[in-house]
């Protein structure tokens, strides 16, 4: 998502930057002008030498971060399909939570973004001189940093351990959030900057969608409270932390090395020797004895009576 909005806002300041060229030879510098003076001359030079560059870079950057994306995807799939996983509306749920989790981390960034460009506006600007409310304005912008952290943590535990209580806390927080920044374009001063300054009102917009999304989302995580997914989450925490879990496995697609749950190395299974060519494919090892055995037997039935060499 941020790559992407990278892009997009690259893309557009592209865009801007010409559109404002546009607009300034047809106002001030082309023939038959009032003024017919090239005011700057170089001002969009210099600027469009940085942001085409910036725009090839990051839709570089875009282009391969989707691709890592779809190859970690496409191998967390292919892997999760050898383990015995969750129940599939226990997964729905999870998906859920992870969604909200994914809100609350990019609102860190985003929200942290619009209020300080915000602030920094209301204070080193000429807006400061006409503005009626900067102490209101300031206080939003302190509530909004004090709140911040204890609403991002609300939502991750109260979710993750259904905690009825905390939930409610988070919501709270979340409607105060809102109302608060919502009150903020019955300003004049806000309204003005917003609609003057593209990169404040882009990430205002995406911080007040981030915020009504973790909301949401947090609605639906709570009616779906009960239906297992604290009980999924503690058994696999407990088993992580017990070193029972797939990540800690080592299984080479292309060297054909197989796990081992005994040796600390995970180098090779107690009941398959490390050069032979079959891949440990089962969830358990009394599969492998199963093939084993099937072997023996077809051995057997071709001829081969001496099974203490098998």
């Not at 383990?83 to 960034?109: D, M, T, W």
């Not at 009980?231 to 029972?244: P, V």
Request: hydrophobic share 45%; with cysteine.
């Amino acid at each position: 998502m941020t790559r992407g909005l990278m892009t997009a806002w690259s893309s557009y300041e592209l865009w801007r930057t010409l559109n404002f060229k546009i607009i300034f030879q047809m106002l001030y510098a082309n023939p038959g002008t009032p003024c017919n003076i090239e005011f700057f001359s170089e001002y969009f030079q210099p600027r469009l030498a940085y942001e085409v560059p910036n725009l090839v870079l990051n839709a570089i950057g875009f282009a391969f971060t989707c691709w890592l994306s779809w190859s970690l995807l496409r191998m967390y799939n292919s892997q999760a399909m050898r383990y015995v996983g969750a129940p599939e509306h226990i997964n729905r749920i999870n998906k859920l939570f992870l969604a909200v989790l994914s809100c609350l981390q990019l609102e860190v960034f985003i929200i942290v973004t619009a209020t300080g460009l915000w602030i920094d506006a209301l204070f080193n600007t000429a807006i400061k001189h006409i503005s009626a409310h900067t102490p209101a304005y300031l206080g939003v912008f302190i509530t909004t940093s004090i709140i911040l952290t204890p609403w991002i943590a609300l939502g991750w535990y109260s979710i993750k351990r259904e905690m009825k209580r905390a939930i409610l806390g988070f919501f709270f927080l979340a409607f105060v959030l809102i109302v608060g920044w919502s009150v903020m374009f019955y300003s004049l001063v806000y309204r003005w900057t917003f609609l003057q300054w593209p990169f404040l009102a882009g990430c205002s917009v995406c911080s007040f969608v981030l915020i009504v999304s973790s909301t949401a989302l947090g609605i639906a995580c709570r009616l779906n409270f009960g239906k297992g997914l604290k009980q999924y989450l503690a058994a696999e925490a407990a088993l992580a932390e017990s070193g029972f879990a797939p990540e800690v496995f080592r299984h080479d697609e292309e060297k054909n090395t197989p796990f081992d749950l005994a040796s600390p190395d995970y180098k090779h299974t107690s009941l398959q020797s490390p050069t032979s060519p079959m891949k440990y494919e089962q969830a358990m090892p009394t599969y492998h004895y199963a093939r084993q055995s099937s072997h023996m037997r077809s051995t057997s039935t071709g001829g081969n009576q001496n099974l203490g060499c098998e």
